[in-house]
Each structure stands twice: as C-alpha cells, then as structure tokens.
C-alpha cells in the first residue's frame, strides 16, 4: 500500500494550493479517505473527508476555504486550498483512515 502526497510548498498568505494523494496497492475507490495535517506541537487534525460515494465532510476551521475531491479513476485525491493563512502551516497527510493507511506527507508552510 502507497499513498503519495504532492503538491505543498512555501507561499505567502492569501495564496491557494492544489494537493494531491495516488494511491496504489488497495481498492482505492472502495474506501474512505481523508486529509489530516499536524502542526508542530500540536495535535493531528482531520481538515477534511470524502466518502466513497463523493460526500464530504470539514473541519469548522476550514470550511468554505479547502475542499476535498477524488478521481477514483486516477486513483487520486485532492485538496484544493484557498486564501492560505499562517495558521495553515503543517504538514498535511493523505490517509484511509479507517483501514491505517497513510502517506508521509508534504510540507505547507505561508507566510504572512
């Protein structure tokens, strides 16, 4: 099982971000999947949720600015990131929850 995340980077406050997550190695369209992140000293936080029928689901701290989508076709899924804030830095993680599969993670860091 692979889950490989893409797409972070370094960006001043206001910009917007597109992540994506491939996943191989299990029946990708069959599961739940989700974006945490973790910044540092705190603790990981589910920003964001898609079910395998396209529901989703936010964190109150993110709504109306992220939004979770899939291509269960490409194996891949995303979050799209708009108006970042400095708040927003942390590493952000794709994962199936539910079953304990993870990606390592990529870095999102915005300066204000």
């Known amino acids: 099982v692979q889950l490989v995340e893409s797409g972070g980077g370094s960006v001043q406050a206001g910009a917007s971000l597109r992540l994506s997550c491939v996943a191989s190695?299990?029946?990708?369209?069959?599961?739940?999947m989700a974006w945490f992140r973790q910044a540092p000293g705190l603790e990981r936080e589910r920003v964001a949720g898609i079910t395998q029928a396209g529901a989703t689901i936010y964190a109150d701290s993110v709504k109306g600015r992220f939004t979770i989508s899939r291509d269960n076709a490409a194996n891949t899924l995303y979050l799209s990131i708009d108006s970042l804030q400095p708040e927003d830095t942390a590493m952000y993680y794709c994962?199936?929850?539910?079953?304990?599969?993870w990606g390592r993670g990529t870095q999102v860091t915005v300066s204000s």
């Open positions: 994962a199936a929850p539910l079953q304990g599969f």
């Open positions: 190695g299990f029946t990708y369209s069959s599961h739940y």
